[in-house]
């Protein structure tokens, strides 16, 4: 029906795409992903579908995934394929907040990220943007955790105020790129599979080649930044939203010692730890971005 919505019905971000791309192909509109989060019906999205791309790319380095809010904004930092998009579940459980997601340099077809400096850098030049003053919000999933961790302690070093600072499933990493040395093939072979269980097998559309072929560049840059790298100290508090499960579904043991043991180094505050049932990989799966979401709104 007309005022069915999208994702009440278990529709997703990445199964958005490819409505984005049935749109296209039959009624020759362009129309961003962003769009659907913000007209997730039929009858909400007809009459923007002349925004076509003037609502922005769904590449582009901020997305705004949810514009109102009295409070300040959540900031979401993405994970290591740079993408942003899950996170827009958050917004439906966070009334009074904006969301916004911090995508990676290299997705539209651009330069990539020289340094993980200059990529907390230049992620703090786009958040003050929009939000010229603290207290910022901060969440990152996997990758994005050890990047929205680093953009607290640049933050509290510039005499800026951190209100929150929430990582998915992320640890710090150990100054070695050992574990994330990946060739080409090896990162486009993990992207592909992870496309087509997200996708259901379907990837000969165009947009959804080009996803790919993108994720797969900034992926692998964005390992090649960990070679070396070490997360400076953050003086202040940090969530952590612990995984309990392994990929294979089997329960892990000691979860919490394990996260605040691997943090406690890089932290002078109070460590959190969150356990989520459910696997490392599955935090961007609709239900667990809702779970954590109702997490989140009680917590801020």
């Known amino acids: 029906g007309i005022d069915d919505d999208f994702f009440e019905l278990g529709g997703h971000s990445l199964l958005a795409t490819r409505l984005t791309s049935r ?6 509109v362009d129309v961003p992903v962003r769009l659907i989060f913000d007209a997730p019906t039929v009858a909400q999205l007809a009459p923007r ?3 076509g791309a003037a609502g922005g ?10 514009a109102a809010g009295t409070r300040q904004p959540l ?16 917004g439906r459980h966070l009334p009074d907040r904006a969301v916004y997601a911090i995508q990676s340099r290299g997705l539209d077809g651009g330069p990539t990220a020289g340094s993980m400096a200059e990529m907390v850098a230049d992620y703090i030049d786009r958040m003050r943007t929009l939000q010229s003053e603290g207290p910022y919000h901060l969440l990152g999933w996997s990758y994005g955790g050890v990047v929205a961790q680093a953009m607290a302690a640049e933050l509290s070093r510039r005499g800026m105020e951190v209100g929150f600072v929430g990582v998915l499933d992320s640890q710090p990493p150990r100054g070695s790129a050992a574990d994330f040395d990946v060739t080409d093939e090896e990162a486009m072979a993990g992207v592909r599979a992870w496309a087509v269980e997200r996708f259901d097998g379907q990837l000969d559309a165009p947009v959804i080649q080009q996803l790919v072929e993108r994720l797969t560049t900034v992926l692998i840059n964005n390992c090649k930044l960990w070679d070396g790298y070490t997360s400076p100290f953050y003086a202040g508090d940090l969530t952590v939203f612990g995984a309990t499960l392994d990929q294979a579904g089997n329960r892990t043991i000691d979860v919490k010692t394990e996260l605040e043991q691997a943090w406690r180094s890089y932290i002078g505050g109070r460590i959190d730890v969150i356990e989520v049932d459910c696997a490392h990989g599955d935090f961007d799966r609709p239900e667990m971005m809702s779970l954590v979401g109702r997490m989140l709104n009680d917590l801020l």
């Open 23 to 28: 749109i296209r192909a039959v009624v020759g």
């Open 49 to 51: 579908l002349d925004e």
């Open 57 to 66: 790319t769904d590449f582009d380095p901020v997305l705004i995934l949810k």
């Open 75 to 90: 900031w979401c930092l993405h994970p290591g394929g740079g993408l942003g998009w899950f996170y827009q579940q958050l």
